[in-house]
């Protein structure tokens, strides 16, 4: 049972322009959602999380739009850049002692 | 500065021989997990720790088990290693169990 579900599997974005990847869930007692981003041949590291008592949270280029009552939240890069170009990784957890459930991650690709 | 180690980085087995990943970590935390990684599947959880002599199976735990003797360890062992099992395997850990993860560098295992 696949509890986060995430989109697109790839994508492919223009340097300068906005990268956005989708994620939805069902279990409504989730209230930790981070991003981790990977690069090829390294383990995932955490990019930004957000908490689901605000809409938003802006790190730098990196924001999550979160939107509670549709049960989906949002990565956006902005001015995407070559170096972005990693597998991301949503994911969501309940407080206490249950692990991360992890999307199935998408592969940006940003070119020049 | 605390880290994560895993090894080896690659591995080459054969069907039917028993294997053994090492995960070691220097963050002093209680919390360490095992994941495996293939394409279409993102992330997969394995078996989970959250602290000494404890442990519980994720997602995917048949044929793979884990023993924690001490905080920096976690070790996972393929009874016998199947073709099937052939994936990247990553390490992690984590301060509070649902948040944020601290993952290594990942195993390549190739079972033959």
């Known amino acids: 049972q696949q509890q986060v579900k995430q989109s697109p599997q790839s994508l492919i974005v223009q340097k300068g322009g906005i990268s956005i990847i989708n994620c939805a869930y069902e279990?409504?007692?989730?209230?930790?959602f981070p991003w981790y981003q990977q690069f090829p041949g390294k383990g995932p590291a955490l990019l930004i999380a957000?908490?689901?008592?605000?809409s938003e949270k802006k790190e730098g280029r990196f924001t999550i739009s979160f939107n509670k009552s549709a049960k989906q939240f949002s990565l956006h890069i902005m001015d995407s850049q070559p170096g972005d170009s990693a597998t991301y990784f949503c994911?969501?957890?309940?407080?206490?002692?249950?692990?991360?459930?992890f999307g199935k991650g998408t592969r940006l690709s940003v070119i020049a | 500065d605390a880290e994560i180690t895993q090894s080896p980085r690659h591995k080459i087995t054969e069907t039917g021989r028993q294997v053994t990943l090492a995960c070691h970590q220097t963050?002093?935390?209680?919390?360490m997990f095992w994941y495996r990684q293939d394409l279409g599947h993102g992330l997969r959880l394995i078996h989970y720790?959250?602290?000494?002599?404890?442990?519980n199976k994720g997602e995917v735990s048949d044929g793979y088990s884990v023993s924690r003797s001490n905080t920096e360890d976690l070790p996972l062992t393929l009874e016998s290693a199947a073709s099937s099992q052939t994936s990247v395997y990553f390490c992690?850990?984590?301060?509070?169990?649902?948040?944020?993860?601290?993952f290594g560098p990942g195993t390549r295992l190739l079972v033959l």
């Open positions: 992690a850990s984590s301060e509070i169990p649902q948040e944020t993860q601290y």
């Open positions: 279990n409504t007692a989730f209230d930790y």
């Open positions: 957000i908490r689901p008592d605000v």
């Open positions: 994911a969501a957890s309940i407080a206490g002692n249950t692990p991360l459930v």
């Open positions: 963050w002093n935390h209680n919390n």
């Open positions: 720790s959250y602290g000494v002599q404890d442990t």
